[in-house]
């Protein structure tokens, strides 16, 4: 049961590359969330999708787009990157959405923009 | 002022002692999260609540709502408890509200 699988693990880029950077859940969840962490800062929520279908954006979208390709995939995108976003990028889900609901996580993609 | 705030930000403690990190917040809640990520970076849900106690092993949670307050207990510390505990306030919505984190170090 590998719960949320993120993949790469780890990448650099150079600026103004894109890249994707996908996550899936094995657990049949209907929420999923993006989330980018910073030192010395809380997680914050990039774009979430409630339910399979839909899509919204979180505290800091700015320089991202997101797609919910199935149930279990919701994959997360950089046009064109730039140093501001490097970052340690983490993917959850939940059974529903709501701040009452447990979240899991999967363990991180750490990306580098030169 | 962070709608979660933690304390402290870093704590060194030896094997054995017994560990508080505390956790206020601003915001109304539907529930309190307490979350643990390891050295390797993976985060692992520990705990929800919304009201009262809830233990699992040596680890103890307890919120009390009209305080807006939740601390986290370690009794009988250990090395592999070493991590770092994020405190997230789970209002109605979406969305967690989370604190920046507690850095744990327990000593042998």
């Known amino acids: 049961n590998a719960g949320v699988t993120q993949t790469p693990k780890f990448q650099v880029l150079k600026t103004g590359q894109s890249m994707t950077l996908q996550c899936a859940q094995d657990m049949n969840h209907n929420s999923m969330y993006w989330y980018r962490q910073d030192p010395g800062m809380g997680l914050r929520l990039i774009y979430y999708s409630a339910s399979e279908g839909t899509t919204d954006k979180g505290e800091v979208p700015n320089g991202y787009n997101v797609s919910r390709l199935n149930k279990r995939e919701f994959s997360l995108r950089l046009e064109s990157a730039a140093p501001s976003q490097t970052s340690v990028y983490f993917c959850?889900?939940?059974?529903?959405?709501?701040?009452?609901?447990?979240?899991?996580f999967g363990d991180g993609t750490r990306l580098s923009i030169l | 002022k962070n709608e979660v705030e933690q304390s402290p930000q870093n704590l060194t403690a030896q094997e054995g002692e017994f560990i508080t990190i505390n956790c206020s917040y601003s915001?109304?809640?539907?529930?309190l999260h307490w979350l643990q990520q390891h050295p390797g970076g993976g985060i692992v849900s520990l705990f929800m609540?919304?009201?009262g106690k809830k233990k699992h092993g040596r680890l103890i949670a307890t919120i009390n709502i009209q305080e807006k307050h939740s601390s986290l207990h370690i009794t009988a510390s250990h090395p592999r408890d070493s991590a770092v505990y994020i405190c997230a306030a789970g209002p109605g919505t979406y969305k967690y509200i989370f604190g920046t984190g507690t850095r744990l170090k327990v000593l042998a």
């Open positions: 915001v109304g809640i539907s529930a």
């Open positions: 959850a889900s939940s059974e529903l959405p709501g701040g009452n609901q447990p979240q899991h």
């Open positions: 609540l919304s009201s």
